[in-house]
């Protein structure tokens, strides 16, 4: 049974509204277009998408049973990080990069959190 599952997750740091998906590709494509607004134009072909307008923020992941979907998960969290420094006009370089990474491993901790209750 096709499956997808939504979690709304907290960002205390930026206040970026990340719904993150977990499931079925053709399922979360469908939910894009629900949702409408241009989302539709991003439809994910491939085993993890991250999508953002600027104010809000998506991120999908086929799996995370999987060595694999971890490493998936990892990497669009890197594109998530991304977009919301750059909608919040925070550069980043080497010289203030504990930014990015404070942040990557708050959201990942706060994702994992949410999942596992």
Same mark, same amino acid.
């Given at each position: 049974? #096709?499956?997808?599952?939504?979690?709304?997750?907290?960002?205390?740091?930026?206040?970026?509204?990340?719904?993150?998906?977990?499931?079925?590709r053709?399922?979360f494509?469908? #939910?894009? #277009?629900? %949702?409408?607004? &241009?989302?539709?134009?991003n439809?994910?072909? &491939?085993?993890?998408?991250t999508?953002?307008? &600027? #104010?809000y923020?998506?991120? %999908?992941?086929?799996?995370?049973?999987?060595?694999?979907?971890?490493?998936?998960?990892?990497?669009?969290?890197?594109?998530y990080?991304?977009?919301?420094?750059?909608?919040?006009?925070?550069?980043?370089?080497?010289?203030?990069?504990?930014?990015?990474?404070?942040?990557?491993?708050?959201?990942?901790?706060?994702?994992?959190?949410?999942?596992?209750?």
């Amino acid at each position: 049974m #096709k499956k997808l599952k939504q979690y709304e997750i907290e960002d205390p740091m930026f206040c970026a509204n990340l719904s993150f998906l977990v499931g079925d590709r053709d399922l979360f494509n469908k #939910k894009l #277009k629900e %949702w409408g607004d &241009g989302l539709e134009n991003n439809l994910a072909k &491939g085993n993890g998408k991250t999508i953002t307008d &600027g #104010k809000y923020f998506i991120v %999908w992941v086929k799996e995370m049973d999987s060595v694999e979907g971890m490493g998936i998960l990892l990497h669009e969290l890197v594109h998530y990080v991304f977009f919301v420094l750059e909608a919040r006009r925070v550069n980043i370089s080497t010289d203030n990069d504990e930014v990015f990474a404070y942040y990557y491993a708050m959201m990942y901790r706060n994702i994992m959190s949410k999942i596992k209750k």
